[in-house]
């Protein structure tokens, strides 16, 4: 298992930025894949990003491409997703996860993810 912990949300205004922070620690981090989900009220969870064990691949959900971009630090044990040009509805809680399996591809289901922090909250307003 892995601990997750997710930093940096907080209220920003629409077309502002913001970036949210994940460490992670009780695996060896570089070894898995790591993913961005968010969940507004009302609605279910939704796949936002992930991005492969190395680094190198990364893939977005239409809702955030080209305005999200996820990076990792595999010396900090953390990963790193910058959002810019927000909008009213990206606002939603952000959880970061851990992939189940080692050196795996870029998942974007749920199921795929063993391990998940306690979530922080983004808000954008008008």
């Known amino acids: 298992q892995v601990q997750l912990v997710e930093s940096g949300g907080g209220l920003v205004q629409a077309g502002g930025s913001l970036r949210l922070s994940c460490a992670a620690s009780?695996?060896?981090?570089?070894?898995?894949?790591m993913g961005w989900f968010r969940q507004a009220p009302g609605k279910e969870r939704e796949f936002v990003t992930v991005?492969?064990?190395?680094?190198?691949?990364?893939a977005y959900g239409d809702s955030v491409k080209g305005r999200f971009t996820i990076s990792r630090d595999n010396a900090k044990n953390t990963v790193y997703l910058q959002m810019s040009s927000l909008k009213l509805e990206d606002t939603a809680v952000y959880y970061c996860?851990?992939?189940?399996?080692?050196?795996?591809?870029?998942?974007?289901?749920?199921?795929?993810?063993?391990?998940w922090g306690q979530g922080t909250q983004v808000t954008v307003s008008s």
């Open positions: 996860a851990a992939a189940r399996t080692y050196y795996g591809g870029v998942y974007q289901k749920e199921a795929d993810f063993g391990s």
């Open positions: 991005i492969n064990w190395s680094g190198s691949i990364t």
């Open positions: 009780g695996r060896t981090f570089s070894q898995y894949a």
